[in-house]
């Protein structure tokens, strides 16, 4: 999807945001046929490692991945990391010392 957009000169927008947040948080049903769901956090490790491939791509590319790999560190802040992620380092926190970095425009 980042291709596609970064190809058609697309910037990150709601679409982006709801599929980067359709793999990042599963949604359960609490029961047959309810409109209740239980959230839980899904596995995307192979996912932010792609993105952060992407950071060494073109311009277009470079920013639509780290707007995505944000969104992802964002929910995962909210919806906990899936159990057996790998530690691939958020660029939100980004580690001791670095400070919270905000979705460019």
Known sequence: MV???ATNNQSYDGAMARAVESITVDE???SEGSNVYNTHPAPVGGTRMALFELLSASLKEAALA???LIAI????????IAA????????????PGRPKQNRPG
């Open 73 to 80: 560190d964002e929910l995962r802040d909210e919806h906990g």
């Open 28 to 30: 359960v049903p609490v």
């Open 3 to 5: 291709n596609k957009y």
């Open 84 to 95: 057996g992620d790998t530690g691939i380092p958020t660029l939100c926190r980004g580690g």
């Open 66 to 68: 780290h707007n995505c």
